[in-house]
C-alpha cells in the first residue's frame, strides 16, 4: 500500500509550482534568492536544527513558534529577536511571548553558522523561515515544502503590536477567525497552522488561567484530568521567580508530544483541547469543523495544507531593501557605520 511518504515527493512537486503563485503578490520573495550567494543555506540550517531537537525535542515546536509569533507582529521581518535597546522594549516581552518564546541560541548558532559560509548575506527573518520548516520536518512532517526567500530584517522591534495582533489562548473562533483574517489569512490557514500544536509544550499557568476557567466545550472528565494530574492547583506558580521563572509545563499533546501528526485535531474531536482557542476550532460551529474532520482522518491534506498556510503566512509584508537591512546579530540593529557602507 502506498504510503503519504511514499508519495511526498509528487506532493512537493505540486507545493514548488504553488509557491510561485503564492509568492507571485510579492515579487522580492523567491525560493531562489540564495541560489548563488549561499547555497549552503540548505545544508548549514538543517544541520543546526536537527542537533538543536536531538538535544530537545522541544526546540521543534519553539523553532516553528518562533516564525508564527515574528510574522504575525508588522509582517515576517525578525523583529522578534530583537533584544531590548535604550528606546525600545523587546517583542520577547509582550504578553503571548514573556518566559514562553524560546530557542534564540538556537537562531545565534545558524546565523554565526551562516555568516561564516555566507558573510552578510541570509537575513534574520530568512532563518525563522527555513528553520520553522525543517523544524517541523524534523518532527515527523512531510515533504519538505519549498520556502520563499529574500526578507530583510526590521530595524525595530513592536512590543504594542505585539500585544494587539499575537492571539490569546483564550480566544474564541470569532476572534480567531479575525485575527488571522487581518494578515490575509483565512479559515483553512486557520485550522491548519493551529495543527502546530501537535507539539511543543505549554505552561501550567496558561492552562490553569485560560482551560480551567469557564466553558469551552471541553470535556468535563477531560478538565478533571488537567486539574488534578497533568497541572494540579499550585503548578501555576515558578517554582524559583526570583531566579530564573522556571514555569511548570504539560505537552500540549499527551500521546504523541514529539510527533508532527495528526493527533491535535483527532483530541479537539473528543473535546480534549488544552486550550479554550484549540477547542474552539471544533467546538464552533461552521466550515472550520469540516477543516478539523478533514486533517484528522487525512494525513496527507493535514502535512499539505499546513506547508501552504505556512508559505502563505511567510509572505506577510516583508521589509524590502529600502526599509530593513540584514543583521550580522539577530539581537541587534547593525553598527551605523556598516548600514552607511551598506547602503548602496
Given at each position: 500500500?502506498?504510503?503519504?511518504r511514499?508519495?511526498?515527493?509528487?506532493?512537493?512537486?505540486?507545493?514548488?509550482?504553488?509557491?510561485?503563485?503564492?509568492?507571485?503578490?510579492?515579487a522580492?520573495?523567491?525560493?531562489?534568492?540564495?541560489?548563488?550567494?549561499?547555497?549552503?543555506?540548505?545544508s548549514?540550517?538543517?544541520?543546526?536544527?536537527?542537533?538543536?531537537?536531538?538535544?530537545?525535542?522541544?526546540?521543534?515546536?519553539?523553532?516553528?513558534?518562533?516564525?508564527?509569533?515574528?510574522?504575525?507582529?508588522?509582517?515576517?521581518?525578525?523583529?522578534?529577536?530583537?533584544?531590548?535597546?535604550?528606546?525600545?522594549?523587546?517583542?520577547k516581552?509582550?504578553i503571548a511571548?514573556v518566559?514562553?518564546?524560546?530557542?534564540?541560541?538556537?537562531?545565534?548558532?545558524?546565523?554565526?553558522?551562516?555568516?561564516?559560509?555566507?558573510?552578510?548575506?541570509?537575513?534574520?527573518?530568512?532563518?525563522?523561515?527555513?528553520a520553522?520548516?525543517?523544524?517541523?520536518?524534523?518532527?515527523?512532517?512531510?515533504?519538505?515544502?519549498?520556502?520563499?526567500?529574500?526578507?530583510?530584517?526590521?530595524?525595530?522591534?513592536n512590543?504594542?503590536?505585539?500585544?494587539?495582533?499575537?492571539?490569546?489562548?483564550?480566544?474564541?473562533?470569532?476572534?480567531?477567525?479575525?485575527?488571522?483574517?487581518?494578515?490575509?489569512?483565512?479559515?483553512?490557514?486557520?485550522?491548519?497552522?493551529?495543527?502546530?500544536?501537535?507539539?511543543?509544550?505549554?505552561?501550567?499557568?496558561?492552562?490553569?488561567?485560560?482551560?480551567?476557567?469557564?466553558?469551552?466545550?471541553?470535556?468535563?472528565?477531560?478538565?478533571?484530568?488537567?486539574?488534578?494530574?497533568?497541572?494540579?492547583?499550585?503548578?501555576?506558580?515558578?517554582?524559583?521567580?526570583?531566579?530564573?521563572?522556571?514555569?511548570?509545563?504539560?505537552?500540549l499533546?499527551?500521546?504523541?508530544?514529539?510527533?508532527?501528526d495528526?493527533n491535535?485535531?483527532?483530541?479537539?474531536?473528543?473535546?480534549?483541547?488544552?486550550?479554550?482557542?484549540?477547542?474552539?476550532?471544533?467546538?464552533?460551529?461552521?466550515?472550520?469543523?469540516k477543516?478539523?474532520?478533514?486533517?484528522?482522518?487525512?494525513?496527507?491534506?493535514?502535512?499539505?495544507?499546513?506547508?501552504?498556510?505556512?508559505?502563505?503566512?511567510?509572505?506577510i509584508?516583508?521589509?524590502?531593501?529600502?526599509?530593513?537591512?540584514?543583521?550580522?546579530?539577530?539581537?541587534?540593529?547593525?553598527?551605523?557605520?556598516?548600514?552607511?557602507?551598506?547602503?548602496?
Open positions: 500500500m502506498k504510503t503519504f511514499d508519495g511526498g515527493y509528487v506532493i512537493a512537486l505540486c507545493l514548488v509550482a504553488m509557491v510561485a503563485t503564492i509568492g507571485g503578490t510579492n522580492a520573495l523567491s525560493p531562489h534568492h540564495y541560489d548563488h550567494s549561499c547555497p549552503q543555506i540548505y548549514i540550517v538543517k544541520a543546526e536544527v536537527q542537533k538543536a531537537v536531538a538535544r530537545e525535542a522541544r526546540n521543534a515546536a519553539s523553532l516553528v513558534r518562533l516564525h508564527f509569533h515574528d510574522c504575525f507582529v508588522n509582517g515576517c521581518d525578525g523583529s522578534l529577536l530583537l533584544d531590548n535597546v535604550t528606546g525600545q522594549v523587546s517583542e516581552f509582550a511571548n518566559h514562553s518564546v524560546r530557542a534564540f541560541e538556537v537562531i545565534d548558532a545558524i546565523k554565526a553558522a551562516l555568516e561564516h559560509a555566507c558573510p552578510h548575506t541570509v537575513s534574520c527573518a530568512d532563518i525563522l523561515a527555513i520553522s520548516r525543517d523544524s517541523a520536518v524534523e518532527a515527523g512532517l512531510v515533504p519538505e515544502y519549498p520556502v520563499n526567500f529574500g526578507r530583510y530584517d526590521s530595524f525595530t522591534a512590543i504594542s503590536a505585539a500585544n494587539e495582533f499575537l492571539p490569546s489562548p483564550g480566544f474564541g473562533y470569532s476572534q480567531l477567525k479575525e485575527n488571522f483574517a487581518k494578515k490575509g489569512l483565512n479559515e483553512r490557514d486557520l485550522v491548519a497552522l493551529s495543527g502546530a500544536h501537535t507539539i511543543g509544550r505549554v505552561k501550567c499557568l496558561v492552562i490553569r488561567t485560560f482551560t480551567l476557567v469557564g466553558h469551552h466545550n471541553i470535556s468535563a472528565k477531560f478538565l478533571d484530568f488537567l486539574n488534578k494530574t497533568v497541572c494540579p492547583p499550585g503548578s501555576e506558580n515558578p517554582t524559583d521567580p526570583p531566579k530564573n521563572q522556571t514555569f511548570p509545563l504539560t505537552d499533546d499527551l500521546g504523541t508530544p514529539n510527533t508532527f495528526t491535535y485535531y483527532k483530541n479537539i474531536r473528543k473535546a480534549h483541547g488544552m486550550l479554550p482557542s484549540d477547542q474552539a476550532l471544533q467546538s464552533t460551529p461552521g466550515v472550520n469543523q477543516y478539523v474532520a478533514e486533517f484528522a482522518s487525512d494525513t496527507s491534506k493535514f502535512f499539505h495544507q499546513f506547508a501552504k498556510s505556512t508559505i502563505k503566512m511567510g509572505n509584508s516583508p521589509k524590502k531593501r529600502d526599509d530593513g537591512e540584514i543583521r550580522l546579530n539577530c539581537r541587534k540593529r547593525n553598527p551605523r557605520v556598516l548600514r552607511m557602507v551598506t547602503s548602496d
